[in-house]
Each structure stands twice: as structure tokens, then as C-alpha cells.
């Protein structure tokens, strides 16, 4: 068949967006044929560079889009109208294409592209193709505002639909945000849309039960998420033992040049994937760094920090306060996956992140996330003593993730060879993915 690929997320830094998109994307490619591609550039919270306003009259995207310096004017007006709309205080946009009213969503988006070609990806008119697959890793988390990724997917969905197409919605999560309202409207609107998929596959037990309980006309599948497909390629021969040989442009540094090597036992602490520093800056630095400096005394072996993902900036200012190295978030993802996957602890809030660390047999400590994400995983995994810490772990909860480290580190190669021999078969059943697309 020939498929459109809706959630390529690799265009994000962020290590599970680009790893669970490239491990799909490949079992996808092995028996179909990828004709489009539609990534998360313009999917996520931000519109970007979005020049639109639902009152304006198509002339005037038309008018706009055919200027010969449109491409300067329309960042100049950008700037501009974001900083006096919102006062100079706010980055993202008022205005938006994309609702609940798909129907219009779908008018507005052809109405705008002239002066926003780059949203024309999202235009599924354009491509020839028999059925779209769509990446949903983390789409439908139900919170309240209504998250707007989960909107472009719905019409995406929704427009497929419309056009006789088959539709195969892989690799989701279903999930409440527990830092907002439980949003009915939206779940009533995905319900609708996902009972008419030819498949819904959810990548755990608690997307299941989600599904079964608040989505009553989908009848969703488990399998475990593309990435454990990874498998192999993480623990083939390939040693990643040196940070130098695979620094990014953009992120290179002196200390990358002064032996910063993994033939060491080492310890990764990463951060969560819930919105933490917005909250109290300081207060989160300070947590972040008591966190480090307990590690790195009790565990007796080398801690690196390490940015998964862009809300893991302030990892920066808690890598300069406690002298810790920090491997940046541009580390091409398969040297990451195997520094992850090699190291003897990872402590984070990440879900991906920790997938790939435990296909190397890494154990993980989780703080809680934006979602059931980090409960799950550990059940996925079959961890005996399922445990979230706070995302701003407190001073007790600081100890208390030492001591955890502590008694992982000594169950040694028996406890890395269990998780290790779990993903594996996570592995194998991942792979089943492909068969359901036909």
C-alpha cells in the first residue's frame, strides 16, 4: 500500500520523539510504501510561524503568499503581532487554524497555506495514497485545554476518513493530563473518529484500559511500543565509549574533547516530561541539584546528566552549578540509545528515554510525568516494586532514589539481564506492528 505517515517526530530534539518515529516508520517502510510524510514541526503546542486569522478572506493569504519578500515580512509581522497581542508577555500565538469543528479546521488550512506553505504537509488532497498510519505516541492525552496536537491528528483522522481512505492509528497512548480537568468534549470527539479506524493499537496496559473505559466504541489492540523493535540494533556490536566522536555541531564544547568516556560504570539522571519549570525556576534547579550531588557521592561511580528532550534546558544551569557533564539533547539518537542503554542507573521521568535504556538492561528510576507514562512503563517492564517520585523530587525523595539506586546497583547482572530478557520479547512483539497493516 501506499501510506502518508502522520507523527514523524523526528524533526523534535527530543530523544523519544525521534527514536519511536524512526522504529516505526522503518517497520511501516518494510512491506508499504511511504509516499508522504506529515512530522510534528507544526503539530505541537507552538504554531510556529502561523500567519492567520479566521476573519481574513482567502485574497488575503493569496495577496501576501505571491509577495516577492514574503518569506521576511511574514517573520517581521510574526514578531510583532505576538509580542502586542499578548502584551510582550507571551511566545505562542492567539490565533490558530485547527478545533474541534474539523470541517472547518480543514477549510481554514486550505485557505492559509498559500501564505504558510509550510503547513502544507497537512494537506492529504495532495498526496496519492491508499491509507494513512499514524504515529500516536503521546497524541491523545486528554487535558483540559485541549492539547493541540491532539486536534491536527483528529483532523488528519477525520479528513482520511472522509476520503475513503484506511486509516491505522499505531503505537498510541490514551491518558488524563493529572495536572488538569478530565476533557470529555475531546474524548467524545476521538471516540467518534477512532471507531471508524480499520486499527487502534495502544502501546500499553493502561492505554487499554484507558480505551476500554472512556473510548466504548474502539476496540483497541496492545502491542508494545515500535521502539522495543530497537532491540537488536541496540545491542549489536557497535560500543559507544568515547562522548567526542559523537558530538552534534551545535552542540559541541571543549569538555567533549577531555576524555569524557562510558567504559566507566556510570549513572544518567534526566528529568521528567511534565511542564516542572514553569512552576519556581530556582526551586527546581535547587531540587535537580541535591539530586546530582547525593548521586554522585553515594553511588561511588561516574553521573552524567543528560537532556532527552527541550523541556530538559534547565538541566544546563544544574550541569554548571554541580560541575556535571551534560550530553546534550543533539546526541545523534542511536550513540544515545546506546550511552542509555549501557549506563548501570538512569533516573528520569521519560518514558522512551527509558525504554531505550532498558534495552540494554539498564534499570530506571521514575519520577511522574505528564501522564501515566512512567507507571506504565514499568509495568510493560515487570518491575516487582512499581514506584513515581515527584517531579521535583524533595529532599526525603532525593534519599530515597539513592537508596533505590543503591539496591538496584547491587543485584548487578541478574537484575540487568531480567529486564534485558523482558524486552526482548518486547522486541519480538513489537515486530507484530507490521501485520497489522494490510
Known sequence: MKIVYVGDNRVRGNFGCRATSTAL??????????????????????????????????????????????????KAFFLYTRFKTRGGKYYFSKYDFVSCDLEKSIHNLKKLIPANPNYKEFDLSQYDFDALVINGEGSFVFSTPIWRESLVI??????????????????????????????????????????????????????????????????PKLYPDALFNWFDLINDNHVVDDLKYYMAHSAECDEFYKGITFTEPYALVAASSADIVGNDYEVTI????????????????????????????????????TNTVIIPMETPIIAAA?????????????????????????????????????????????YKDIKEFSVIPNAGECEEIVRMAKDKLEQGDVLRAEIKNRCRYLSKEAKKLQELIR
Request: glycine share 6%; charged share 25%; hydrophobic share 35%.
Open 154 to 219: 483528529s483532523m488528519e483522522i477525520y479528513w482520511a476518513l472522509k476520503m475513503r481512505k484506511k486509516v491505522f492509528f499505531m503505537n498510541a497512548m490514551f491518558s488524563d493530563d493529572p495536572h488538569s480537568t478530565h476533557n470529555t468534549q475531546m474524548i467524545e470527539l476521538v471516540d467518534g473518529l477512532l471507531s471508524k479506524c480499520n486499527v487502534v493499537s495502544v502501546r500499553e496496559e493502561m492505554s487499554y484500559e484507558y480505551a476500554n473505559k472512556y473510548l466504548p466504541h474502539v476496540d
Open 338 to 382: 546506546k550511552i542509555l542503554a549501557n549506563a548501570r542507573i538512569f533516573i528520569s521521568g521519560r518514558y522512551h528515554p527509558a525504554i531505550m535504556a532498558s534495552l540494554g538492561g539498564t534499570p530506571c528510576i521514575f519520577m511522574s510525568s505528564n501522564s501515566h507514562k512512567t507507571l506504565s512503563v514499568q509495568k510493560i517492564l515487570d
Open 25 to 74: 516508520s522503518l517497520l511501516v517502510g518494510e512491506s508499504h510504501e511511504i509516499v508522504g510524510r506529515i512530522t510534528g514541526k507544526h503539530t505541537h503546542f507552538d504554531t510556529d510561524e502561523l500567519f492567520f486569522k479566521e476573519s481574513w478572506p482567502e485574497s488575503v493569504y493569496t495577496f501576501w503568499g505571491s509577495r516577492k519578500k514574503w518569506n521576511h515580512i511574514k
Open 286 to 321: 535547587k531540587s535537580y541539584c541535591n539530586l546530582v550531588e547525593k548521586t554522585k557521592r553515594e553511588l561511588g561511580i561516574h553521573l552524567y546528566l543528560i537532556q532527552v528532550c527541550e523541556g530538559d534546558e534547565f538541566l544546563n544551569e544544574v550541569s554548571r552549578r
